[in-house]
């Protein structure tokens, strides 16, 4: 049972419930709050509202005759703002009178019907609830099973063994940049997410056997959506911390209530982290999201939406070179930043009842710039240029799909995606042992990527449900097409879900890589890289999972296996090089050119036990055990750079109501262990005589470094007022400050093989308002 506060403090609660197939609203749905048995019911456009429920946290349960019921817990309302909570229902087709059935699944369901294995929704309360997850969605997604962290300095994903590179991100149905500040080119990640957990809705997150309609992607999808502003009345939020500013604004935007607005904003130095971080210098960021919606009654629903972010740093290297290496770029001076930004127009309009035409375009921009010089210490400590690079993406995107719920039994869906990608980048750098200017990014152009999809929900029973379908990618720069078929099935029987998937998918190479080219910089650059092939992966996965009713509990697992192929390896090399083991483009310096022969596979077994916040506790946990292997131009198979064979999350959480009060108190905390992080064995006495870091042949990824473990803890304090809610929360990663192995490195300065250790104790301490 769920425990309201013993208060005064009320606040209201609305909200819509639509098919989950059509979209259509769902009128005579019986809604009931607990405790309290409090009862709505929705009206003929789907929309409840009820006004006066006690702050607390409760339990809400959605039926009507013919549709399964929904049932979703740890729902918080505060006083400072308005809760809205949306709701689709599934419709069952036999005896629509009788008793509605029960899924067990429906908090952890994705918003996507299509979806039947490998995907879960995650809603804003839990990037808020996560110890150390600093309100980042990727941060976290890094909890689920299946997902482990790359580095603690960044929030770049690790999901079943393949690279962060197969990771798409998406932002209201339609691709986006990175949305990362300080992300390096070619990455999916970075230290600081452009996300705030303020802005989030209900979104899904998928590690495999993707659906037909998401493509370009062969590890994982993100498909962010932001909540809708609050278009009865304005409401505020104001955060500060050690991560910087926040401000946050929301109201309707019509004085007829059918369009609203939310905004939202961030400012930062890290001026109080960088002692915690290890830099020189402070690095700056900024970031500002947005929505804006329209509700017509002839024309449809128009939302306008947008992220941008800005960041900088400087990194200015003590004067004394007896405390450099030349791994960690002590002796240089950098200077850079990037801009991204997204802006797109929505439009979603009803041909009739059931069926309805779903329209984005939308336009990207990112640009990153960097200033590279050695500092000479025989020269007073001068600087000496050693490296410049500049890139500039732009991109033009339209997603349009039609959605058709022909009866209870069959939905289809059809959609296409065009793309038009323009580039420009520059990157050379100063060779110290060949003694000249190297140039490795060279030039500027555009291409098209091309995709169609179509889709076909059958449900053969109400128990039984079977999803087919098809997508299809084409790259107009070096005419690479891939047909991919999909297909999963579910079956559901009482508390038990049985589940099978298979599918192909395929992702181009970043536009950096099919750029790259070392050379001289004064040499013709020729790309050798243009005519690699989308790297092409098939999805096997089989899942079970069971619901144990008395105890609130839910167990899962999936059983998967994934061949990859046309993977592009280094052609004739002596590092073994594969695109499965990179994390951005400089992983391709000093390697010859590229060809798309290379193979992967991964496999294991996921399990996760959760138990969902009730009786002011929840516990959840996550295993993975997995191998991940690839095999470079000779054949040869070894261990990726992500084969941590394991990795354990263990989460929990519990909160007080302090009696006859408007306050509650909250604590959480985290453990996390894995395998050791993957090095190629170094080569010591090559590398003394190159002067740069040289591996052993063959040893490729097969030392593996100490283990992996991490504790994370999480405490708040929050007060409810008359018109407003205040949280004090202190969140720390690795809280017994344990020095995680990240990688052994060759110090060319001293001649010497040395280790360098992740991220220490990383705390963020923040206040937080919301009022009205």
């Known amino acids: 049972m769920q425990i309201a506060y013993a208060q005064s403090f009320k606040q209201s609660v609305k909200g819509r419930v639509t098919d989950a197939e059509s979209q259509q609203p769902l009128s005579g749905v019986t809604i009931v709050f607990s405790p309290g048995n409090i009862r709505a019911v929705t009206d003929s456009t789907g929309t409840y509202h009820i006004a006066g429920l006690p702050t607390g946290r409760y339990s809400i349960q959605y039926s009507i005759a013919g549709y399964e019921l929904q049932t979703l817990s740890d729902i918080v309302i505060v006083s400072g703002k308005e809760l809205e909570q949306n709701v689709l229902l599934r419709e069952g087709f036999k005896n629509l009178t009788a008793v509605t059935v029960q899924s067990g699944r429906n908090g952890r369901k994705p918003l996507n019907e299509f979806a039947a294995v490998s995907a879960r929704s995650f809603s804003m309360e839990e990037t808020k609830r996560y110890p150390a997850a600093f309100s980042d969605p990727a941060r976290m997604i890094m909890n689920f099973p299946g997902v482990s962290a790359g580095f603690d300095g960044s929030n770049e994903i690790l999901v079943r063994g393949n690279s962060p590179q197969g990771v798409l991100w998406k932002l209201e149905g339609i691709e986006i940049p990175t949305p990362n500040h300080f992300a390096t080119l070619g990455s999916t990640g970075g230290p600081i997410s452009m996300f705030s957990s303020n802005v989030i809705g209900k979104s899904d997150f998928y590690t495999g056997a993707f659906p037909a309609d998401m493509g370009n992607a062969t590890s994982a999808v993100f498909d962010i959506n932001y909540r809708d502003g609050n278009k009865d009345k304005r409401e505020y939020t104001a955060q500060v911390g050690f991560l910087g500013v926040e401000l946050g604004a929301e109201g309707p935007l019509n004085k007829s209530k059918t369009a609203s607005y939310l905004i939202n904003y961030r400012y930062s130095t890290l001026a109080l982290l960088k002692n915690f971080i290890g830099l020189e210098q402070a690095p700056k960021y900024q970031d500002l999201s947005f929505k804006f919606k329209w509700n017509t009654r002839k024309a449809g629903t128009f939302t306008l939406f947008g992220l941008g972010g800005y960041d900088s740093y400087i990194n200015d290297p003590e004067k004394d070179s007896t405390k450099w290496n030349s791994y960690d770029k002590r002796n240089v001076y950098a200077d850079g930043n990037s801009k991204t930004g ?252 590229l060809v798309s022969t290379g193979k992967g596979r991964n496999y294991g077994v996921d399990f996760s036990l959760e138990k969902p916040f009730a009786r002011n506790y929840y516990i959840i946990s996550a295993l993975s055990v997995y191998q991940s292997k690839f095999t470079d131009f000779y054949g040869k198979e070894y261990d990726t ?61 097969s030392e593996r470094g100490p283990g992996y473990f991490r504790m994370d803890w999480n405490a708040y304090y929050r007060k409810d007022k008359k018109r407003s809610t205040h949280t004090l929360t202190l969140e720390i990663q690795n809280i017994t400050n344990r020095e995680n192995f990240y990688r052994y490195y060759f110090d060319a300065r001293t001649g010497e093989q040395k280790r360098m250790n992740q991220l220490g104790l990383f705390p963020n301490l923040s206040y937080k308002i919301q009022f009205h």
């Open 641 to 701: 750079r992500f084969a941590r064979n394991y990795s354990l999350n263990i989460i929990w959480g519990k909160e007080w109501q302090l009696r006859n009060s408007n306050k509650t108190i909250g604590i959480s905390g985290k453990v996390l262990s894995s395998g050791g992080i993957k090095n190629s064995v170094i080569d010591v006495a090559a590398s003394m005589q190159s002067g740069k870091e040289e591996y052993v042949p063959g040893s490729y990824f």
């Open 342 to 593: 997204v802006i797109g127009l929505s439009h979603q309009f009803f041909l009739h009842r059931n069926a309805y035409i779903k329209t984005v375009i939308s336009a990207s921009y990112y640009r990153y710039g960097q200033e590279l010089d050695t500092l000479n210490p025989a020269a007073g400590y001068a600087r000496v240029p050693s490296g410049t690079e500049h890139s500039a993406d732009k991109a033009f995107r339209v997603s349009s799909f039609y959605n058709y719920k022909i009866d209870p039994r069959n939905t289809i869906r059809a959609g296409i995606i065009a793309q038009e990608l323009r580039y420009d980048a520059s990157n050379r750098y100063y060779d110290l042992e060949e003694q000249q200017w190297k140039q490795v990014l060279q030039g500027s152009g555009s291409t098209q990527f091309y995709q169609s999809y179509i889709q076909w929900k059958y449900r053969l029973t109400n128990r039984l449900t079977i999803n087919t379908g098809l997508h299809n990618s084409y790259l107009a720069l070096n005419k690479k097409q891939s047909l991919e078929p999909r297909l999963s099935a579910s079956y559901t029987t009482g508390n038990d879900v049985f589940s099978l998937a298979a599918g192909m998918h395929s992702k181009p190479q970043h536009i950096s890589t099919y750029m790259f080219q070392n050379s001289g910089e004064n040499d013709k650059h020729t790309q050798p890289n243009k005519n690699l092939d989308m790297t092409r992966a098939v999805h096997l996965v089989a899942g079970y999972e069971h619901t144990f009713t008395r105890l609130n509990l839910t167990a899962k697992a999936e059983l998967y296996y994934q061949h990859l192929y046309h993977v592009p390896v280094e052609q004739d090399g002596k590092n073994g090089f594969s695109t499965v083991n990179m994390l951005d483009m400089y992983d391709l310096i000093d390697k010859n050119a």
